[in-house]
């Protein structure tokens, strides 16, 4: 776009450029007329050169800053939905829209698309592109006893709907999930119509894995995980298709931590998304520096002074969200079931759901999923395994109360991937409890260092990175007392 000209004025410029070039062109005397070819070559120029944003450099800085904590979820979800369902090229590409991919394996330490990835559960995923048509997700009859969950997220990352053991039972069942602008009636033979506030939806199905030798099992679950257009789905023609999207290349994670590009991938997904009431003024004072759903934000256009204010609005981002880290998040007043979840839930509290994204995007609302996060040992110190060892102590009465399971993943920093290590383990969790040894009292010391602990030890072994690492515990269908604050994670420890 021309910044900081609306879309009809900058229409009328473009028009009025094409027509006066066409009529000059036309001209015959333009190349026998010196000081006509350089008045329009000076013209045409003048239309190309940068156009001020209509606000002080002070206020543009903060816009930045507040569209930045807005933003950041939304961009960093482009990158990761465009490495999974658009570019066939990349080795993490999962399924074209429409369509399910089953992984029937779990993540290790060579999965390096998505930080903090879980590896209790095998995935399959999927792309719902919602603009032509509803589409239908149907779920096989899972046995009683084993956790499954299918977390719907949109393009703002609100966990806006949940099939599965917790909501909706191992029964089975038909979804139709219908866009923002659907305004149809529910079909028969539907358990639930859903409508989504983006028009491109992420579907995450979890399937529990009880052991290395229960993988044959959860493929065949997977099996039946089905995703359809609803044409497909009743056997009909497809209606009309819109047009095909013209997909930006996204910027990597480090890149949108600096590059004003952020701005323009920013407005190409936000064309994908509706504007809610709640965040008219928001977008409104959003525009003022360009950032506004499906145009073009070119950094080029702008002076140099507005270029230094929305640069040093997106550190003030960060900086905040630095602030927020240590004060509330690593010091434990909020966890992982205040930063994910419904709009409703979040009530546009943009600095949590921006925390949320960086510390473990796409985590779970906590009625679905509790997610603990150790970033410092008892005494407030980082965790750092280069020279430290750690213990997790935890008495049988104190393990974390779950209606599914839990677990304990180790993640290296700064990149928070899983850690490659002799015993291609990344995790403890609840299903292990039989094979790991027991103290005296019948608590339980899980290890966690870079070496061995020693062959004795080993089946409580967590391996740590040799540097900084960080350890996220998961309680899939939390008990209310781990909801409410009641019951707290046992300390970790580092060993003197």
Known sequence: MIAGIDTKKKTEIQTSISIFTFKILQMKTL??????????????????????????????????????????????????????????????????????????????SEDRAIQTPNSDT??????????????????????????FSVQMVDGFTHNFHYIGSRTTGNKGGKYLFVGPDWKG???????????????????????????????????????????????????QPAPSQPAAIEFLKPLGREEQRSSLLFFNQLNFWLQFCTVHASEKELFERF?????????????????????????????????????FNNEEIKTGKLNSGDVFGTREYLQNNYLRRFAGAVLGIYGNSKEEALYPIYQTDADGQRLDATTNKYTLKMKADELPPVNSFWSVTMYELPASLLVANP????????????????NADDSITIYIQHESPGKDKESNWLPAPKGPFVLVMRLYWPKEEAMNGTWKPAPLVRVQ
């Open 122 to 147: 095998p995935y399959s995923m999927g792309a719902l592109d919602l603009r032509a048509e509803p589409v239908v997700i149907s779920i096989p009859e899972i046995e009683a006893g084993r956790y």
């Open 185 to 235: 009636e529910k079909p028969e033979g539907f358990d639930e119509v859903i409508q989504a506030e983006t028009n491109l939806v992420f579907a995450f199905f979890r399937t529990q894995l009880f052991a290395p030798e229960d993988l044959e099992n959860v493929a065949k679950i997977q099996s039946g995980y089905l995703i359809q257009p609803l044409s497909s789905y009743l056997g």
């Open 287 to 323: 525009a003022k520096i360009g950032v506004v759903p499906g145009q073009t934000f070119d950094p080029e256009t702008l002076s140099p002074e507005i270029k230094e204010a929305l640069t040093a609005g997106i550190q003030d981002a960060w900086k905040e969200f630095e602030t």
């Open 31 to 108: 190349k026998n007329n010196p000081f006509l070819a350089a008045f329009l070559s000076l013209w045409l120029l003048a239309q190309c050169a940068p156009k001020e944003i209509s606000v002080t450099p002070e206020e543009a800085r903060a816009i930045a800053k507040e569209a930045y904590i807005y933003g950041n979820p939304l961009v960093d979800h482009y990158r990761i939905f465009y490495s999974y369902f658009v570019d066939e090229s990349d080795p993490e590409f999962k399924a074209h829209f429409n369509q399910i991919k089953n992984i029937p394996k779990v993540y290790t």
């Open 423 to 438: 015993l291609n383990r990344y995790l403890i969790n609840s299903p292990m409890l039989p094979s790991l040894k027991r």
